[in-house]
């Protein structure tokens, strides 16, 4: 399933949720809110054990994705998760690169094998970058600019409309208060930019999304005024009528 070019929001649960009445309980009160929904898909990230017990929820404003998969397709990997078994499952997207997960050790050779792996599967990646703080001289940039072209050093000019770049700046991931508005739209301006670069300006560009302390009070305004696609929103994502409270807010831009 290929999500269309609607805002995006996309829920992390990440480790958080710790039964199946749990999951199903958030999932089926998001998609009961999902209901008035025009214009914005939305992807819940569960736990990996959660998927089979969420798919019949999955619809065509409310899609399932993984918050992370394997490299190779097959073979002697304990412990892995290919992208062969996410089709049965209804997942259409997984995010990649995630910092929590780069924090333990994940290499940027290894996200661009993910990223590509996702893209062969049809299934969208999520590519996650962001710089853990912020210089005075403008580094960050630089910083930015070398995750971008190492992430996305497999994909093809004809594939990179198909990836979502998650912008989520480190220092504000579980924290008080998001990046403003201002500064986000400076940065969908700088990825694009160094897209164009890497690609030409004639290829899709990507979706753009922020994540960092995204609530429902913010949320409007980090999409309306940072002009990006949508949100990955983690902690908020954790309870029906906040997470709802986000979707309603980014749908009601025009
Ligand atoms: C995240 O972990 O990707 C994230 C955006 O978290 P939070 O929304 O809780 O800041």
Redesign the pocket.
């Known amino acids: 399933m290929k999500i269309n070019k609607k805002k995006l929001v996309i829920g ?1 649960w ?1 480790m958080n949720i710790f039964s199946v009445k749990e999951a199903k309980k958030l999932m089926e009160g998001i998609k009961k809110g999902s209901l008035k929904v025009r214009n914005t898909d939305i992807v819940i990230c569960p736990p990996f054990v959660y998927i089979s017990d969420l798919m019949s929820l999955v619809s065509k404003k409310l899609f399932l994705g993984v918050q992370n998969i394997f490299e190779e397709m097959n073979g002697s990997y304990t412990g892995e998760v290919s992208v062969q078994y996410l089709a049965q499952f209804k997942v259409s997207c997984a995010i990649i690169g ?3 997960r780069r924090a333990r050790g994940e290499s940027d050779t290894s996200i661009s094998k993910k990223v590509a792996r996702a893209l062969e599967a049809k299934i969208t990646p999520v590519f ?1 970058i962001g710089e853990a703080s912020r210089d005075e001289h403008g580094e960050y940039l630089a910083f930015i600019k070398n995750q971008l072209s190492l992430g996305l050093s497999l994909v093809s000019k004809a594939q990179i409309g198909d990836v979502v770049i ?1 912008y ?1 700046p480190i220092w ?4 008080k208060e ?1 990046m403003n508005s201002h500064q986000v739209h400076e940065m969908s301006l700088y990825i694009q930019k160094c897209v164009k670069e890497m690609c030409g300006t004639m290829v899709m560009m990507p979706r753009i999304l922020y ?4 609530t429902a009070d913010n949320a409007r305004e980090i999409v309306d005024q940072g002009f990006v696609d949508g949100l ?6 954790l309870k029906v009528e906040n997470f709802l409270g986000i979707i309603t807010n980014v749908d009601l831009i025009k």
């Open positions: 992390n990440k995630h910092s929590e996650c998650a989520e504000a991931i579980g924290g998001a994540g960092g302390a995204v990955l929103v983690g902690r908020e994502s």
